[in-house]
């Protein structure tokens, strides 16, 4: 075995290197991306080495010292595998990895490891909030940041979690497969927490808001869709030309489907995707508005808004409902919760509640609305 060993050794010794440039393909990862069914997003070395910087651009300039985060996103998403491993590797900081999420576990880790970041999911936020109880009996005081991404969190919800974690700062920033993770996020050195915001845009980063009509940029305050370029974006779609020139122009922006504004003071505000608005009679209504809305009723765990057919509407506002551990409240109570602080054409019209605990997932109780 000895020999078989040595052999080995001397073998790769003397193999040929392969020549690897920025350019070459790092990792191909899979993304419904801005149309349509999943794709796969090539990626460079390149664009996985600018992303690293550009996450931690702030710990190098301020000269921050080791950190421990915490993981419970998945590695084969790109905010586990680039925006967050990979980018706190190359920077030194240690990474507790966990194979999936349990809130328990999860503070359990934070307590053993003294872990000092936390980047995850709008979910496990809510998720935590929601169970403040079980929150406070582990030791979570060396907690100084949570991060949200992946998808758009309420300011009341961050809000929650500041009474839940007083110690720690609660940021958000925004990103895709096909920038390899990152565009903008909070940085609570150059301003507050908690602003509801995904932050100003990383270095190198550019970004406009155009008019999904006209095609026209827009100004500050203006809803529209989100373009942006930069040294981290994607090759292409993997075999897929039609889907790469319908998403990256001639002029290197990356159309990226999602709605959103900058404010007056550059920061962006990512307010939905395009292609999962509702269509209610002609107006254009947003799920992640009405969900932000819904996880903050007290007896509501969690939430998610869908269009449903319907012959006189075209789509109507869907709710599907986690209660938390005792609640009973109904299908009307949610609606009529809703139907207090929105316009008529964003309510939800029907409500589904889904229960966690039982195995088809589905409670019986399937509830209508008018």
Request: hydrophobic fraction near 40%.
């Amino acid at each position: 075995m000895l020999l078989k060993c040595h052999h080995l050794q001397i073998f790769s010794r003397y193999a040929p290197t392969p020549s690897i440039s920025q350019n070459d393909v790092a990792a191909i990862l899979y993304s419904s991306g801005t149309t349509g069914l999943s794709k796969g997003v090539v990626l460079t070395h390149r664009a996985i080495m600018a992303t690293a910087l550009l996450v931690t651009a702030d710990q190098e300039f301020y000269g921050e010292g080791r950190s421990v985060f915490l993981c419970v996103v998945p590695l084969f998403h790109i905010m586990g595998l680039v925006t967050f491993t990979y980018s706190q590797l190359q920077r030194g900081n240690a990474v507790v990895v966990m194979q999936r999420f349990e809130l328990d576990k999860a503070l359990e880790a934070m307590e053993k490891y003294r872990v000092t970041h936390l980047y995850t999911a709008p979910p496990v936020v809510v998720a935590m909030v929601k169970q403040a109880a079980v929150v406070r009996r582990y030791d979570t005081s060396s907690l100084k940041e949570i991060g949200s991404g992946a998808a758009p969190l309420g300011k009341d919800v961050m809000d929650e979690c500041s009474k839940v974690f007083p110690q720690a700062k609660i940021i958000q920033g925004y990103g895709m497969t096909e920038t390899s993770g990152i565009i903008s996020i909070e940085s609570t050195r150059v301003g507050s927490d908690r602003s509801g915001s995904s932050g100003a845009l990383c270095p190198l980063m550019e970004s406009k808001i155009i008019d999904i009509e006209t095609s026209k940029h827009l100004p500050p305050n203006k809803l529209g869709e989100i373009w942006t370029r930069g040294p981290n974006l994607m090759q292409e779609y993997f075999h897929n030309k039609e889907a790469t020139e319908q998403t990256i122009d001639k002029e290197g922006w990356l159309h990226t489907g999602d709605l959103g504004y900058f404010d007056e003071e550059g920061r962006i505000y990512v307010v939905d995707r395009l292609k999962e608005l509702i269509k209610y009679k002609g107006y254009q209504v947003a799920p992640a508005e009405l969900e932000a809305l819904l996880i903050n009723h007290p007896e509501i765990m969690d939430a998610a808004v869908v269009p449903y057919p319907d012959e006189e509407a075209g789509e109507i506002p869907m709710a599907y409902v986690v209660r938390k551990v005792g609640s009973s409240v109904t299908g009307e109570e949610v609606q009529s919760f809703v139907a207090k602080q929105v316009a008529p054409f964003k309510r939800i019209r029907k409500v589904a509640f889904i229960d966690i605990h039982s195995k088809s997932g589905f409670r019986k109780d399937f509830e209508e609305g008018a």
